[in-house]
């Protein structure tokens, strides 16, 4: 085995994320270390953890309408989820997107093709 995904609760809410990262790619010896979070406190912490050896970063957005992203999440912080994104992919480090795609509730959101 070497890769590991953090995930779990959000994992930019993990105070040691950083040290845990160094010591999965120094200690462990994972090649491939995947950050799973939609908090916006991952984007302050990106550039650390990609220097760390990061190697994908994957956010959660499910809208991009300020109003249903409130309501889907229960928090008002979707300029704050989408400049964390952005901060992301300034690192270098690939990122991932998820979306999930709800009928009736964000579906018109996606171009029909």
Do not use: W
Not at 97 to 102: A, I, R
């Amino acid at each position: 085995m070497d890769s590991i995904k953090l995930t779990g609760g959000d994992a930019a809410l993990y105070e040691p994320l950083e040290l845990a990262v160094h010591r999965l790619r120094c200690e462990a010896g994972f090649s491939e270390i995947e950050i799973i979070s939609r908090h916006p406190r991952i984007g302050e912490r990106a550039e650390h953890l990609a220097a760390l050896g990061v190697t994908q970063f994957n956010m959660s957005i499910d809208t991009l309408d300020p109003r249903l992203h409130a309501e889907l999440c229960g928090v008002d912080d979707l300029p704050q989820v989408v400049h964390a994104l952005q901060r992301c992919v300034s690192t270098g480090v690939p990122v991932k997107v998820n979306t999930v795609v709800m009928g009736g509730i964000n579906d018109q959101e996606v171009p029909a093709s």
